[in-house]
């Protein structure tokens, strides 16, 4: 009798865990804070200074949400957010996530260049090991957009390798394979153009730029 209440009571601590990741999952999808940005938090945490990291994360991404939300005092919870960010970076810079979420509170801010730098360092060899190979894939499209946006438009083959890799890493990613084709079009490689914008409707049939450019350029 003691071995059966003493299994009933692990059950119930295991399902008050439960409800409790529950409880802060759905308080962070209300929040429209990323939920890839938190794939983390379901792992403890290997010491102090990696909890600490975690709770200042958590706050930037809060904020960064609501700065999202809040147009007219963007600027303000961005720049909240980058301390937080920061803060989480020198704890534990091996974690990514918080270098992806320096990266968005700088671009929210217009500082294009400074985000990008942002994102060098999650996808460096330091950190890059702390993210899922789509999570990589994604970091990876968010680089190539920063470098088309920005000055860096001119390193077209450094842009077309992080989309490659983007694709092969997440190819679920309807967004990568488009950029990819509109960077193929661009570099006058029509067939992988044409392949890479089929791929883009495959996933997403209503991509009504995808299917432009197919009849652009002469897809069959």
């Not at 600490?52 to 303000?76: D, I, M, Y």
């Not at 957009?145 to 000055?151: A, D």
Request: proline share 4%.
């Amino acid at each position: 009798m003691e071995q059966d209440e003493k299994q009933a009571m692990i059950r119930d601590i295991a399902l008050q865990v439960v409800l409790i990741l529950l409880a802060i999952l759905a308080f962070l999808a209300t929040h429209g804070v990323p939920q890839r940005l938190f794939a983390k938090l379901l792992h403890r945490p290997p010491n102090p200074r990696a909890v600490q990291a975690k709770r200042h994360f958590v706050t930037g991404a809060q904020l960064l949400a609501e700065a999202r939300r809040s147009p007219s005092n963007s600027a303000s919870l961005a720049k909240q957010a980058l301390a937080e960010a920061e803060s989480a970076i020198a704890l534990d810079p091996k974690d990514a996530a918080s270098h992806l979420l320096k990266s968005m509170a700088l671009d929210l801010q217009g500082f294009r260049g400074n985000a990008l730098e942002a994102l060098d360092a999650a996808l460096s060899p330091l950190a890059a090991g702390s993210l899922a190979d789509d999570e990589r894939g994604d970091a990876l499209l968010k680089r190539a957009e920063l470098k088309i946006k920005t000055s860096e438009r001119r390193r077209v083959d450094s842009v077309l390798a992080d989309l490659t890799e983007s694709v092969k890493l997440s190819p679920r990613n309807a967004k990568a394979w488009r950029m990819l084709g509109e960077c193929y079009e661009g570099n006058k490689m029509g067939e992988e153009a044409k392949k890479a914008y089929k791929e883009a409707l495959e996933l997403e049939p209503q991509l009504n730029v995808a299917q432009e450019a197919l009849n652009r350029l002469g897809s069959s």
